[in-house]
């Protein structure tokens, strides 16, 4: 047995409480390694005499390992206990001891692995809605002009024309508000929003002041309208949370600018010497950008102050979510203690870190329930994009990246193909629309809740910021092609119970790609073909990206048929 490949830990990806009394207990072997895996518990203070054996299922492979897993219904919450493992015609046990060919049962209290008791308070318990969430993502001044009467002398893009990274549109929240029935028909049920808050950008990630709505958006009553709308029509809506870094404009640091360590403000910020230099830069700030610096979070007031904007946006709007800025450079202790306070007033607010890598120190329970999955992300562009992958290491690869989160967590991740910080996918794919459709078939189908960029429905093209911030064309919009009539059937199939609640698995079949979910006896599996070859169908289709692939699955189209 190749013993190096063993993983798993408590209070871990591995051993993940789903509620009071249930638990999800995984594995790690190498892959192909071993043929049979169980688990032995019992409770921690009569394990000994009184043992369970369950076999576990190996549910999940990638490139490497075999993840074999079981969930646990306990009537004791203090839980003990080991793995059984088959090798050939040998049985080995594992435990906190490491691998061994006997166990002794007697004094398991020195080396079983453990959970001393699941207390509630560490249950990390999903937003339910997240399972059947569809988000849209909107730049506010690419978006929808809906203000003919405000000033717009600020405006120095005509509509339509590429922009710069100084560029500015006109897209307001009246015009989200009348384009709230194309978002309904889309099949779009959660609106992601960049800040709505006072700033002199364009993209408003340089805040000034987070409590006043900038006026090249609207006022309050604009916004009240549009959560009074959006409620009407059952969208909720998640708003960006800049608590990394702020606005050079704010009236913190400006106050620091003026009077030097003697301000009040100076602890709020982390800088090296007396004064503020701005030319050389002598305090940290996001990036390169001298004009945002960094909150120092580690304050308690700076922990307040934030704490308590995030909060009155919730208290006095009822949103539904925040969506955390630039959220891995903030410490873990002001999270957990924002996590706290949210929870403690919207227990369905989601919290969605921006993090674009490996986040799961991050996702324990105690801070986000999600990220941003730019994984998800990379990993298509690898297969549709930059043919780094074929099918089956496709699969291994959304596999792995699976097993680095939890059961509840994958259930919350938000699932995105592009977003205002990269290239459009279009684009990145040469402008191929079976791709592009393939793509999203998978962004529907996955775990967690799909994200559409706004204009990917119109393929709207772009290439890395500030050229994916183009403006919507609502000429094309307002006709049903082929990409926006396909995210309509998407979002209405992922209505469906079985991907609400279904199991996935994930595999190549030859040069084929497929993703199944299931759930009650009833499976709907996806099939991509990005190979050259052609090959034959015969199920039961409901979902094809060309009304020519109803007999055979050419190159670069996928089905989706009802097992």
Not at 318 to 340: A, C, P, T, Y
Request: hydrophobic share 35%; charged share 30%.
């Amino acid at each position: 047995m190749k013993e190096i490949a063993l993983m798993h830990r408590v209070d871990s990806e591995y051993c993940c409480p789903l509620s009071k009394n249930t638990i999800e207990i995984r594995l790690r072997t190498a892959k192909n390694d071993v043929s049979h895996v169980y688990i032995i518990y019992g409770g921690k203070y009569s394990f000994a005499e009184n043992k369970n054996r369950q076999e576990m299922i190996r549910r999940y492979s990638d490139g490497l390992y075999d993840y074999f897993t079981v969930i646990l219904k306990l009537e004791d919450l203090r839980l003990v206990y080991i793995f059984e493992i088959l090798c050939g015609k040998k049985i080995f046990f594992y435990s906190e001891d490491g691998l061994n060919s006997n166990y002794d049962f007697k004094l398991n209290y020195y080396n079983a692995f453990q959970v001393a008791y699941i207390n509630d308070a560490d249950v990390h318990y999903e937003v339910e809605w997240m399972r059947s969430a569809r988000f849209y993502q909107i730049f506010i001044d690419r978006f929808d002009c809906g203000n003919d009467t405000k000033d717009k002398s600020y405006i120095n893009l005509v509509w339509g024309e590429i922009p710069n990274s100084k560029s500015f549109a006109g897209g307001d929240l009246k015009g989200i508000v009348r384009r709230l029935d194309y978002l309904i028909d889309l099949g779009i049920n959660t609106i992601y929003l960049t800040p709505i808050f006072q700033s002199v950008s364009n993209h408003k990630y340089d805040i000034k002041d987070y409590y006043k709505i900038d006026s090249q958006f609207g006022g309050v009553e604009d916004f009240e309208e549009l959560i009074a709308e959006a409620k009407r029509r059952n969208i909720k809506i998640v708003m960006d949370a800049v608590f990394n870094h702020v606005s050079s404009d704010c009236i913190q640091f400006q106050d620091v600018i003026l009077k030097g360590k003697s301000s009040e403000y100076y602890d709020w910020f982390i800088i090296n010497g007396d004064v503020i230099d701005m030319k050389n830069v002598n305090y940290e700030c996001f990036a390169s950008c001298n004009y945002m610096p960094k909150w120092n979070t580690s304050n308690e007031k700076v922990q307040k102050f934030l704490i308590d904007i995030a909060l009155y946006w919730i208290l006095r709007y009822d949103i539904d979510g925040w969506r955390l800025d630039v959220s891995d450079e903030v410490s873990h202790n002001f999270w957990r203690m924002f996590r706290k306070a949210i929870k403690r007033e919207k227990k369905d607010c989601v919290i969605i870190g921006e993090n674009w890598h490996n986040a799961n120190s991050y996702l324990r329970g105690d801070q986000y329930d999600s990220i941003m999955n730019y994984a998800f992300t990379k990993a298509c562009l690898d297969f549709f994009a930059f043919n780094k992958f074929t099918a089956k290491e496709f699969a291994e690869k959304l596999i792995e990246l699976l097993m680095r989160n939890t059961y509840p967590v994958n259930n919350m991740m938000l699932n995105l193909l592009d977003s205002h910080d990269t290239d459009r996918f279009i684009t990145r794919v040469g402008g191929d629309k079976e791709k592009l459709k393939c793509a999203l078939a998978i962004l529907y189908m996955y775990l967690g809740a799909p994200c559409i960029y706004y204009g990917t429905e119109i393929g709207l093209e772009g290439g890395y910021d500030p050229d994916c911030r183009r403006t919507m064309d609502w000429d094309k919009a307002e006709k049903n092609g082929e990409l926006k009539t396909l995210i309509k059937t998407l979002a209405k199939l992922k209505k469906d119970e079985i991907l609400i609640n279904g199991e996935i698995k994930i595999y190549a079949d030859e040069e084929l790609f497929r993703l199944e979910r299931s759930y009650k006896g009833k499976t709907l599996r996806l099939t991509v073909n990005e190979s050259k070859k052609i090959y034959p169908l015969d199920g039961n289709i409901i979902l094809a990206s060309s009304e020519n692939n109803q007999k055979k699955l050419g190159c670069g189209q996928f089905v989706i048929e009802r097992m």
